[in-house]
T-cell receptor
Framework: GAVVSQHPSRVICKSGTSVKIECRSL??????MFWYRQFPKQSLMLMAT?????????EQGVEKDKFLINHASLTLSTLTVTSAHPEDSSFYIC???????????????FGQGTRLTVV | RKEVEQDPGPFNVPEGATVAFNCTYS??????FFWYRQDCRKEPKLLMS???SGNEDGRFTAQLNRASQYISLLIRDSKLSDSATYLC????????????FGSGTRLLVRP
């Protein structure tokens, strides 16, 4: 089936630095990818929609200048957490749809997630 | 009111038990419904889609009641490996394919 690969799986960074997370669709082209954040014992919260070749759209309350999204190709979206602070520590997960999937057209495939710890 | 609501549990059941999870959603325009499974510190994985007529996949049965905006998941003959958090997921109901996740119901299957 479709595979989405996310890298790195875990990162620890110092407060004030920036961290880039990559999300790749390995066997399909994804014009749209989604970025989620999950705090412990909470639900996945959609942060933004990454659109290939155009600007990302952000959910209400998500700072676009802090969470930079780039979707430069049909198989790669990146999320950069700029000037990271301890409160940004979370589990970040990307997902993508295979537009030609034979199952539900809204089925989403998830990356393995990135556990970010800001110290 | 949350867009997707689930009982957080945990449900603690013996092997072989039957357990049922419920979920309600608030957006009547939602058209796609799923149950995902998430293991600790891992990404969610699709367990099954939920169809209006109800559907079954082995030991798992999902039901949808659009009038009540209610989704259920039934697990029969529970296995130790079923221990996980089960996420009820619906689409936003617009053309964006965005998914809204419930906070999950935790299942613990004991020997």
């Amino acid at each position: 089936g479709a595979v989405v690969s996310q890298h790195p799986s875990r990162v620890i960074c110092k407060s004030g630095t920036s961290v880039k997370i990559e999300c790749r669709s390995l066997d399909f082209q994804a014009t749209t990818m989604f970025w989620y954040r999950q705090f412990p014992k909470q639900s996945l919260m959609l942060m933004a929609t990454s659109n290939e070749g155009s600007k990302a759209t952000y959910e209400q309350g998500v700072e676009k200048d802090k969470f930079l999204i780039n979707h430069a190709s049909l198989t790669l979206s990146t999320l950069t957490v700029t000037s990271a602070h301890p409160e940004d520590s979370s589990f970040y997960i990307c997902s993508a749809r295979d537009p030609v999937s034979t199952t539900s057209n809204t089925e989403a495939f998830f990356g393995q997630g990135t556990r970010l710890t800001v110290v | 009111r949350k867009e997707v609501e689930q009982d957080p549990g945990p449900f603690n059941v013996p092997e072989g038990a039957t357990v049922a999870f419920n979920c309600t959603y608030s957006n009547s325009a939602s058209q796609s419904f799923f149950w995902y499974r998430q293991d600790c510190r891992k990404e969610p994985k699709l367990l099954m889609s939920v169809y209006s007529s109800g559907n079954e996949d082995g030991r798992f049965t999902a039901q949808l009641n659009r009038a009540s905006q209610y989704i259920s998941l039934l697990i029969r003959d529970s296995k130790l490996s079923d221990s996980a958090t089960y996420l009820c997921v619906v689409n936003r109901g617009d053309s964006s394919y965005k998914l809204i996740f419930g906070s999950g119901t935790r299942l613990l299957v004991r020997p």
